[in-house]
């Protein structure tokens, strides 16, 4: 399947003296092979930049865009060998989306008491 992102919103981003990150919601489209239907998802990725942005080996800053365009990359990575009408492929991805949507509706940054 080929896919297709078709936005990146910043959800909560902060930094201060004891931590830094940001949440980005991607919303994307996997296409099958003709290009004439896909499948809408979204997701939620967690970015560190005191840890995502450093490279230890070389020890200089990355570009932001380029490793958030990589952490998208992979994650929707296991789409790339998958069979438009491969159901249970399909559901366990949707139920990966979800997951990480739940993991960030419940982090302490965004419930309210």
């Not at 919601?25 to 290009?35: Q, S």
């Not at 840890?51 to 958030?68: A, C, G, I, R, Y």
């Not at 989306?97 to 509706?105: A, G, L, V």
Request: hydrophobic residues 35%; negative net charge; contains cysteine.
């Amino acid at each position: 399947m080929n896919v297709k992102i078709t936005r990146k919103t910043c959800l909560d981003s902060w930094s201060n003296t004891t931590c830094s990150g940001e949440y980005w919601l991607i919303n994307a489209r996997a296409y099958n092979h003709a290009g004439d239907r896909f499948y809408r998802f979204k997701f939620v990725l967690f970015l560190d930049p005191s840890n995502d942005l450093w490279d230890p080996e070389t020890e200089q800053d990355l570009d932001h865009d380029d490793v958030l365009n990589e952490m998208i990359a992979s994650f929707v990575d296991v789409l790339s060998d998958v069979h438009f009408d491969d159901e249970p492929v399909i559901r366990w991805f949707y139920d990966e989306c979800n997951y990480t949507i739940e993991r960030y509706n419940n982090s302490p940054s965004v419930r309210r008491w």
